[in-house]
């Protein structure tokens, strides 16, 4: 082992020794390997990135400066070293092991948008901000932060939503969605270029509040969920076979308007609470995940419409997000504390992390697009997280803005969206 000392400005009479070493095993950091390093106790995460780029340049002419997070053990580094020992209970006389983990950019604040009442869906595609409220109103955004359109069919809340299809050029023309509302209906509705909106089908047969829809990959497939606790598959392609012409009700106007009224294909009942979170299986096209308030994590087989696999929580879920390329679940429930579980595990437990941080209850959780590892979630505290599941104990970053509740979050196209009880769309760019 080679030994080396470091000095820093200060004087300090107490140090620690520290090796550094790389998240990517096949591309070690030039001058760290095997190199222990004498450090004061004072060491904080700036002063340890300055020692590892440092050591970098010493051997490597052509090194440039990186920024990175430094995790000891499944925590990353927030305060001087000698905190974090203290806190942590490591022995001073031992070489604590720092890995380097490719640092994240700060978010950076965009746009803070008003809508009409509280936001409770967010979406981002590469032309247009989505949002939709309580007051049942879709409000559409360009990237720029000008609102583009404000619809209203119900007035009803609408309370879970999905993206069919995204624009096709630079405007709203060609965004189709799927809204569930509070009073039990599903619309699906396209927008044209200059701001209309048509109604394509009212999918009919939840009784009660729905709290989530999900379109599958190729766009032909619906699953619902809500308060009746039951999930519905709906057939989303032009079939005859599932459409029928409803009784109006009085207060209902087609407004010449030629949409079908069609009803599930398939209803599942493996649950005995609200099913408020259903996500699809990136990895077999025909299973999708369903989370409630009954404390449960179910996966289901919908071309055979039974149950695959149950994971039970000790908390009523209120959203779950899977990772389009590992499968791994980010969960959150009715509690401060994100989890992760690894539904295909075989070791005993599906719960693999909890993450701690929040203050309140966890409102939404999203994956990142920009690795496996990272997540954000929105809370009652007022505060979107991010964090990286390698460290269980502390936030990568704290995102703030809102007065009040968050109620959802959204993350794309290199931005991050919150909505929340203080009618406010924030976006940060990332």
Not at 169 to 181: E, N, R
Request: charged residues 25%; aromatic residues 8%.
């Amino acid at each position: 082992i080679v030994q080396e000392r470091f000095t820093m400005t200060e004087d300090e009479s107490r140090h620690v020794q520290v090796s550094f070493y790389s998240a990517s095993s096949d591309k070690p950091i030039p001058g760290t390997e095997d190199a222990v390093i004498d450090v004061p106790v004072s060491a904080d995460h700036e002063k340890l990135n300055n020692l590892v780029n440092t050591l970098a340049t010493a051997a490597d002419d052509e090194w440039k400066q990186r920024r990175y997070e430094l995790l000891i053990g499944t925590t990353f580094l927030r305060c001087p070293l000698s905190e974090f020992i203290l806190e942590n209970h490591l022995d001073f006389e031992r070489v604590v092991q720092i890995q380097c983990v490719d640092g994240y950019d700060p978010p950076e604040p965009q746009h803070s948008l008003n809508g009409p009442d509280w936001i409770s869906s967010v979406h981002v595609t590469p032309s247009i901000y989505v949002s939709t409220g309580f007051d049942g109103s879709v409000t559409v955004w360009d990237r720029k932060g000008a609102k583009l359109s404000q619809h209203t069919r119900e007035e009803s809340a609408i309370k879970g939503a999905c993206i069919i299809t995204a624009p096709k050029g630079t405007g709203m023309g060609g965004l189709s969605m799927a809204t569930g509302l509070e009073n039990g209906s599903i619309w699906v509705q396209e927008w044209s270029a200059d701001g209309g909106v048509k109604a394509v089908a009212a999918l009919r047969g939840h009784s009660r509040s729905v709290e989530a829809v999900r379109v599958g990959v190729d766009g032909s497939r619906l699953i619902s969920g809500g308060f009746d606790a039951h999930i519905k598959v709906w057939n989303l392609a032009a079939d005859a076979s599932d459409v029928y012409d409803a009784p109006k009700a009085k207060s209902e106007k087609r407004l010449k308007e030629d949409y079908v009224t069609k009803t599930p294909m398939v209803t599942l009942g493996g649950h005995s609470d609200a099913v408020v979170a259903l996500e699809w299986s990136p990895l077999q096209k025909e299973r999708a995940f369903s989370a409630s308030w009954d404390h449960s994590l179910l996966q289901w087989d919908l071309e055979l419409a039974g149950e695959v696999s149950r994971i039970r929580a000790q908390r009523g879920f209120t959203s779950i997000a899977v990772h389009t390329t590992t499968g791994l679940i980010i969960g959150g429930l009715t509690d401060a504390v994100p989890r992760l579980y690894d539904s295909k595990s075989s070791e005993g437990s599906f719960l693999k992390q909890s993450f701690i941080g929040h203050k309140g209850w966890v409102t939404c959780v999203k994956w990142t697009e920009k690795d496996e590892h990272s997540f954000i979630s929105s809370s009652f505290d007022g505060t979107v997280k991010m964090w990286d599941i390698r460290s269980s104990k502390t936030p990568v970053f704290d995102i703030s803005g809102h007065d009040d509740r968050v109620l959802c979050c959204g993350v794309g196209e290199g931005a991050i969206l919150s909505g929340g009880v203080d009618n406010k769309v924030n976006i940060f760019s990332f």
